[in-house]
């Protein structure tokens, strides 16, 4: 019932395994982390001080990729988790990404391999976030919701439940495809409302504002509220819902 720490690893002050967590080569683990029980640390991750892992949760797992996938390969370096983050229940976090600190990786969420999260984000319960993405400090994403491959999400943007982001405009047919994949970028203080789709390449401005369902099939400019199918500009977002104003 005890846990597996290997010889390598490099454990803090405090650590506290709970049964059957498995601990692997060359990880990093600082002072009052707490692991639950079936979580495995894979090789190379560092977690910082005051880091939680709760029950069944895999943290630098290395992806294993399909054959025709748009995905890059290679040796990945092990995930880093910053100082007090906590990742729930059997969330999957890949090698080759870096959290900063305070994140919170909620139940059964899954963040793909060479993704950068800034300070103080929160990625939801049942999120996906895909590889080659990154995510500004204190934005939060809720649950549910869908963030394709090669995303850029600046800070204090707001995701809320069941928003989905697309990068390929072919859906996997042609090699044309390959050249022009790329995911959204959802500027500073930007939000985006429930079951919102968004198409590949779409630019939604600073402060701009997406309403429930909406499908954006164009660029958004700053401080704009839109909505609709497909989304159309309506008014100017007001002045005291500005993040400059929070």
């Known amino acids: 019932m005890s846990a597996y720490v290997h010889p390598s690893a490099k454990v803090g002050a405090n650590f506290a395994p709970a049964p059957f967590c498995i601990i692997d080569e060359d990880v990093v683990i600082g002072d009052n982390v707490t692991v639950g029980s079936f979580v495995r640390i894979c090789a190379g991750a560092v977690l910082g001080d005051d880091v939680t892992v709760a029950d069944g949760a895999i943290v630098g797992k290395r992806p294993k990729l399909a054959k025709g996938s748009t995905a890059k390969g290679g040796v990945l370096p092990g995930v880093v988790l910053g100082r007090g983050c906590a990742v729930g229940s059997n969330a999957v976090v890949m090698a080759g990404s870096t959290f900063g600190v305070e994140c919170i ?35 939060r994403i809720q649950s549910g919701a869908y963030v394709t491959a090669y ?7 707001f995701i809320a ?7 390929d405009n072919y859906m996997g047919r042609t090699e044309k495809r390959l050249t022009e994949m790329r995911g959204c970028t959802i500027r ?7 079951g919102a789709h968004i198409l590949p390449g779409i630019e ?26 497909p989304a159309k500009p309506v008014k100017d977002v007001p002045e005291e819902e500005l993040l400059e104003n929070q």
């Open 151 to 157: 995303v850029t999400i600046e800070e204090d943007v």
């Open 188 to 194: 500073r203080g930007a939000r985006v409302g429930g």
């Open 204 to 229: 939604i401005g600073e402060d701009a504002f997406v309403a429930t369902a909406a499908v954006v099939t164009r660029n958004v400019p700053a401080r704009t509220l839109v909505m609709g199918t």
């Open 161 to 167: 439940p069941m928003v989905v982001t697309t990068n």
């Open 105 to 139: 990786i909620a139940d059964g969420a899954g963040v793909r391999e060479r993704c950068t999260i800034g300070d103080n984000v929160v990625v939801g319960r049942n999120v996906t976030v895909e590889n080659d993405t990154s995510i500004g400090s204190r934005t």
